[in-house]
């Protein structure tokens, strides 16, 4: 079967689908994203995470373009959806990319008058389960989080760094890199945020430490807050990474992964705690509740 993508309102094969050559999103990054994971047909917080980008698009000032332009004329809720039924998938990886779009040959949006608006969504590849069994192997990478940047919470379309910080860990035949700020803190990683459980308690970089509001972060803080399970939000010492009995990373897609290894050397014992095990079935019920 054709691969089916969404674009600028209509559902075309891949094929089909055109981008303009003077499209701001891929001339100077001035864009977002959303990447989603749906499970048996139906995307897990759809409603946060277009929330997500709704709050970005104002804080970039693409409000006016991108809520009422787009929104006015089509839902990205119900765009999201039929893209995936489009393409008969039910669990799915799915990418909802919305740039500034087509302008002239200056890096100034005012003169994009029509926003991009493209959904791509693709059978989910997870990881496979002896990985949540391993753990990830990780790299202190060796660029920084700008706290004082926008673009460290924003899920934009400038994705440089974040993929020069996993060149990094491919590198050093690791699966992620963590990414310190300018302050010397704990961020994130390339594409997770970062849990560390220390007494029983669970700890995250603060989101002023320089990290993307992740979707499934707030998803385990809530759940770990309903399990009565101390959380705490703040700034994170690297070396506080080797004291932790236990660390995972999460993102939309992994969910929840075991995070055992620092440039070499182990968290806890090497391997995944027990709390980290029972957030990833929590996190699994709170799915399938959604599901129902
Ligand atoms: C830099 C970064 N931090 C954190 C996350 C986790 O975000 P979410 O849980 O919304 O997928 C991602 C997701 O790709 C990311 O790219």
Same mark, same amino acid.
């Given at each position: 079967?054709?691969?089916? $993508?969404?674009?600028n &309102?209509?559902? $075309?094969? #891949?094929?089909?689908?055109?981008?303009?050559?003077?499209?701001? &999103?891929?001339?100077y990054?001035? &864009?977002?994203?959303?990447?989603?994971?749906?499970?048996?047909?139906h995307?897990?917080? /759809?409603?946060?995470?277009?929330?997500?980008?709704?709050?970005?698009?104002?804080?970039?000032?693409?409000?006016?373009?991108?809520?009422?332009?787009?929104?006015?004329?089509?839902?990205?809720?119900v765009?999201?959806?039929?893209?995936?039924?489009?393409?008969?998938?039910?669990?799915?990886?799915?990418?909802?990319?919305v740039?500034a779009?087509?302008?002239?040959?200056?890096p100034?949006?005012?003169?994009?008058?029509?926003?991009?608006?493209?959904?791509?969504?693709?059978? %989910? $590849?997870?990881p496979?389960?002896?990985?949540?069994?391993?753990?990830?192997?990780?790299?202190?990478?060796?660029?920084? #989080?700008?706290?004082?940047?926008?673009?460290s919470?924003?899920?934009?379309?400038?994705?440089m760094?974040?993929?020069?910080?996993?060149?990094?860990?491919?590198?050093?035949?690791?699966?992620?890199?963590?990414?310190?700020?300018? /302050?010397?803190? /704990?961020?994130?990683?390339?594409?997770?945020?970062?849990?560390?459980?220390?007494?029983?308690?669970?700890?995250?970089?603060?989101?002023?430490?320089?990290?993307?509001?992740?979707?499934?972060?707030?998803?385990?803080?809530?759940?770990?807050?309903?399990?009565?399970?101390?959380?705490?939000?703040?700034?994170?010492?690297?070396?506080?990474? %080797?004291?932790?009995?236990?660390?995972?990373?999460?993102?939309?897609? %992994?969910?929840?992964?075991?995070?055992t290894?620092?440039?070499?050397?182990?968290?806890?014992?090497?391997?995944? &705690?027990? /709390?980290?095990?029972?957030?990833?079935?929590?996190?699994?019920?709170? $799915?399938?509740?959604?599901?129902?």
């Amino acid at each position: 079967m054709a691969e089916i $993508v969404y674009i600028n &309102g209509q559902l $075309v094969p #891949r094929s089909g689908a055109k981008l303009s050559p003077f499209d701001h &999103g891929f001339l100077y990054g001035y &864009g977002l994203f959303e990447t989603m994971r749906a499970y048996s047909g139906h995307i897990f917080r /759809l409603d946060r995470h277009l929330a997500r980008l709704r709050l970005s698009a104002q804080s970039l000032g693409l409000i006016h373009s991108i809520l009422n332009v787009v929104e006015g004329k089509q839902s990205l809720e119900v765009a999201c959806l039929v893209t995936l039924e489009a393409n008969k998938l039910k669990d799915a990886r799915l990418r909802l990319t919305v740039s500034a779009g087509e302008g002239n040959m200056m890096p100034d949006p005012c003169t994009c008058s029509h926003p991009t608006v493209l959904i791509t969504a693709r059978s %989910l $590849v997870a990881p496979p389960p002896q990985k949540y069994e391993s753990g990830f192997a990780a790299i202190l990478s060796s660029l920084r #989080r700008n706290t004082q940047s926008p673009l460290s919470r924003l899920k934009s379309t400038c994705y440089m760094e974040n993929i020069l910080a996993r060149t990094e860990a491919r590198a050093a035949r690791c699966d992620e890199a963590i990414l310190l700020n300018e /302050l010397g803190y /704990l961020a994130e990683g390339s594409t997770t945020n970062i849990f560390l459980v220390h007494s029983g308690e669970l700890i995250t970089p603060s989101l002023g430490s320089g990290v993307l509001a992740g979707i499934t972060r707030e998803a385990v803080l809530e759940i770990a807050g309903s399990a009565n399970i101390g959380t705490l939000e703040r700034q994170v010492e690297p070396k506080e990474l %080797l004291e932790a009995d236990e660390a995972f990373l999460t993102n939309s897609i %992994l969910e929840r992964m075991p995070w055992t290894w620092l440039a070499g050397k182990p968290i806890g014992t090497g391997k995944p &705690g027990q /709390l980290t095990r029972e957030l990833l079935a929590a996190y699994r019920e709170l $799915v399938n509740e959604t599901l129902q």
